[in-house]
């Protein structure tokens, strides 16, 4: 781990090669099996609830009706995450052809919503994780994404160079020039 202004970041995330390729991967993300959704920040959760308003046209009936049932998200071992569907796609999830999406995310490169999508689906494969009263982003790496690191190799793009807008958004501008300026002396 490296720190950079109070933030420790495993050294992965400025080596190892990583660039998103959905035509590969079908945006399973937003769909692998597991227990828990999304994690979400504690302010994140009323502002999912007021998304549902304005992304319920792209929504399944199957998402609308265990959004009505269960909400959108939940409190699971202490921490928010979104509602998934059978252990599966996250509610918000709609689909063009075999990809799955992220319906706020559609409506907000629409200009409908102010709100991308939280900040952990953003950051992915980026996780955020908390202990005591230190902050650290660790590489969550998983098979799904076996062709992103691929990509990432064959591109020439490390982790924290794909995220860098949805780093800038969490951290600030100042913080990632500071792990950029760290990134070039490993």
């Known amino acids: 781990m490296i720190e950079v202004n ?3 970041v495993e050294k992965a995330i400025l080596t190892d090669f990583f660039l998103c390729d959905i035509s590969k991967c079908k945006g399973e993300c937003c769909t692998f099996p597991g227990e828990f959704g999304a994690p979400l920040e504690i302010s994140e959760v009323p502002i999912l609830n007021a998304q549902v308003s304005i992304v319920k ?3 399944s009936e199957k998402s ?3 959004i009505e049932e269960r909400g959108t998200s939940e409190l699971r071992l202490k921490r928010y995450t979104t509602v998934c569907i059978e252990k599966r796609d996250c509610v918000f999830v709609y689909y063009e052809k075999d990809i799955a999406l992220c319906s706020i995310e559609k409506e907000f490169l629409e200009g409908n919503t102010n709100f991308r999508k939280p900040i952990s689906c953003w950051l992915f494969p980026i996780r955020v994780g908390y202990h005591q009263n230190t902050t650290y982003l660790y590489y969550e790496k998983i098979p799904e994404c076996s ?4 990509n990432g190799k064959k591109q020439g793009v490390k982790i924290y160079q794909a995220l860098k807008n949805p780093l800038i958004s969490a951290f600030g501008l100042e913080w990632y020039r500071e792990l950029e300026r760290q990134a070039a002396t490993i």
Do not use: S
């Open 6 to 8: 109070d933030i420790l």
């Open 57 to 59: 046209h792209n929504l």
């Open 64 to 66: 609308l009706k265990w």
């Open 147 to 150: 062709d992103a690191v691929k």
